[in-house]
């Protein structure tokens, strides 16, 4: 028997493909679309189509999504536990901000890239996520807290270019004007600086936003920090980030943990303006999440020295507010503790 796709893995290109395989018109992709990204329909006989089509779709397809084991919330920020077929355990965060409910989903089980600061390195990768599972977490994030999703960041555990192609198609359906329709300055993607992954993602029809987890402005602390830098350092990373820049045309996130004494001294802001030099770039910094950490968060006074630095040098910086330390939103926390 062949097995069935997930629908909620498929792209909107795929799915035509699918009708017109069938001899039907691909133009009830967007009808399907439609039917089960914008109104919650969860039975294919419920989309409106004809009795042969939904037939065919139900032969073909299934519409399953991960089992909720946990879920915990706080005013501004909410968290899932999801459980995947195969018994494995991921992390969805939901963020409540100012402009919108942001998800923040994680792309594989575990991770090996072994940033230091991070939890999730602690929990080697397992394997990477299908694209239906990286959908799954939005849509099990919205379901189960009624809200409407403005933005997606691929910013939870995992890195996803080293799961190109489930983040490719996820972006994808992410963006579908038919479904979500996010846009794609409304879907983040950040990797920890697997360049060439980046020239990849550079080289899409319609890329989304890109981030990078810098978290040094200097190789010998980066190759601390991150060891991924050792294979790619900062030069070859800084030059992927800008030529994606300048193809795509759009401004680029470096994401910045402030760590108490490693990385956030105003030698250490210099240092990162000199790398930023003139290009189209913008620093986030990030209160650290110091939850069982060998690392500790710096305090508010270095935090706004750095700040400081990085303004006087005119680069565009904002600073993330904290968003629901006591529900565990290190990444990988809350995975950890279930699975203790
Ligand atoms: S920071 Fe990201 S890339 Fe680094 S170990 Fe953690 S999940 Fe992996």
Same mark, same amino acid.
């Given at each position: 028997?062949?097995?069935?796709? /997930? ?25 399907? *679309? ?9 039975? *294919? ?32 920020? &909410? ?26 989903? %994680?792309?594989?089980?575990?991770? %090996?890239?072994?940033?230091? *600061? ?11 996520? %299908? ?44 963006? +579908? ?24 993602? &550079? ?15 200097? /190789? ?15 030069? +070859?990373?800084? &030059?992927?980030?800008?030529?994606? %820049? ?13 760590? /108490?004494?490693? /990385? ?17 770039? #913008?620093?986030?910094?990030?209160? #650290? ?16 020295? *750095? #700040? ?33």
């Amino acid at each position: 028997m062949v097995e069935k796709r /997930n629908i909620f893995g498929v792209t909107r290109a795929a799915l035509e493909e699918y009708f017109i395989q069938s001899g039907e018109n691909p133009a009830k992709a967007g009808i399907v *679309f439609d039917g089960i990204y914008r109104r919650g329909i969860r039975s *294919f006989d419920a989309l409106g189509l004809s009795t042969r089509v939904c037939g065919a779709l139900s032969r073909d397809f299934e519409m399953t999504l991960p089992e909720t084991a946990e879920a915990l919330e706080s005013e501004d920020a &909410a968290k899932l536990l999801l459980r995947l077929r195969d018994g494995e355990y991921i992390e969805t965060v939901l963020m409540r901000q100012k402009f919108g409910n942001c998800v923040c989903v %994680s792309t594989q089980v575990g991770c %090996s890239m072994g940033c230091a *600061f991070c939890k999730s390195g602690q929990l080697k990768k397992r394997r990477s996520l %299908s694209p239906e599972e990286i959908t799954g977490q939005v849509i099990a994030v919205s379901e189960r807290f009624g809200v409407k999703i403005s933005g997606v960041s691929v910013m939870g555990i995992g890195e996803p270019f080293d799961n190109f192609g489930a983040v490719r198609d996820f972006c994808e359906i992410m963006c +579908e004007p038919k479904g979500y329709a996010l846009g794609e300055k409304h879907v983040t993607v950040s990797t920890c600086g697997i360049v060439p992954g980046i020239y990849e993602y &550079a080289a899409l029809p319609h890329p989304c936003n890109l981030a990078i987890s810098l978290h040094a402005p200097n /190789n010998a602390l980066r190759d601390e920090l991150m060891p991924i830098n050792r294979a790619y350092p900062l030069e +070859e990373l800084i &030059a992927a980030a800008e030529y994606f %820049s300048k193809k795509a045309n759009r401004r680029v996130t470096l994401e910045y943990v402030m760590l /108490n004494g490693v /990385n956030d001294t105003p030698e250490h802001a210099e240092q990162l303006c000199g790398l930023i030099g003139g290009r189209d770039f #913008y620093v986030n910094i990030i209160p #650290y999440n110091a939850a069982d950490s060998d690392f500790e968060k710096s305090p508010r006074d270095r935090i706004m020295r *750095f #700040y400081d630095v990085l303004k006087k040098h005119g680069v565009g910086v904002t600073m993330r507010r904290e968003f629901g330390a006591e529900l565990k939103a290190a990444c990988g926390q809350l995975r950890a503790d279930y699975e203790k």
